[in-house]
Antibody, heavy 120, light 106 residues
């Protein structure tokens, strides 16, 4: 069974940093593209960042480019999101997602989500 | 960036109704489009990918189609479990983008 378990969320002051982690299991993690998607309270879904299976291709939403860094450790079946210079508008539930094998931008598994609150 | 314009934002329907949700891309995305269903407090669930391929385990009352840059999700006969919010998402080019969502309500 595929499982994606996010950790590292919480309350942080504006301008500070936070690192999210996602522990993956139940599938060959190193063979799949993985992404972060977020959802602000009461709002729609926003794609944040994605990384290819071998880390040679990464992408970012314009809203986080230059502030967030995505990375992965295939030896530990883990995905990370380093979030710097956090803003109140970054407050959201952050989901770790797994892409399909052939349509790696279509997310067939999602974590339960973790809340990040940016507030003074 | 590719913009995804989804309509309507809210849809009132009854059990048994045929429901149509539309998503328009601001430029060509070929068939690189997925549809998701989300219920309150839950993570989204993929219904359709590659514009018209039904995800394993998803009921056959859900279908997707494409015509140029316009994409459609159809629920052929709405069931009580289908009241939720639906999102389209393009994955043709970074940054990948979602539509604004369509809430299907009674």
């Amino acid at each position: 069974e595929v499982q994606l378990l996010e950790s590292g969320g919480g309350l942080v002051q504006p301008g500070r940093s936070l690192r999210l982690s996602c522990a993956a299991s139940g599938f060959p993690f190193g063979d799949y593209h993985v992404d972060w998607v977020r959802q602000a309270p009461g709002k729609g879904l926003e794609w944040v960042s994605g990384i290819s299976d071998s880390s040679n291709s990464v992408g970012y939403a314009d809203s986080v480019k230059g502030r967030f860094i995505i990375s992965r450790d295939n030896s530990k079946n883990s995905l990370f999101l380093q979030m710097n210079s956090l803003r109140p508008e970054d407050t959201a539930v952050y989901y770790c997602t797994k892409g399909k094998r052939t349509d790696w931008g279509a997310f067939d598994h999602w974590g339960q989500g973790i809340l990040v609150t940016v507030s003074s | 960036d590719i913009q995804m314009t989804q309509s309507p934002s809210t849809l009132s329907a009854s059990v048994g109704d045929r429901v149509t949700i539309t998503c328009r891309a601001s430029q060509s995305i070929s068939s690189w489009l997925a549809w998701y269903q989300q219920k309150p407090g839950k993570a989204p669930k993929v219904l359709i990918y590659h514009a018209s391929t039904l995800e394993s385990g998803v009921p056959s009352r859900f279908s997707g189609s494409a015509s140029g840059t316009e994409f459609t999700l159809i629920i052929s006969s709405l069931q009580p479990d289908d009241f939720a919010t639906y999102y389209c998402q393009q994955y043709s080019d970074y940054p990948w983008t979602f539509g604004q969502g369509t809430e299907v309500e009674i």
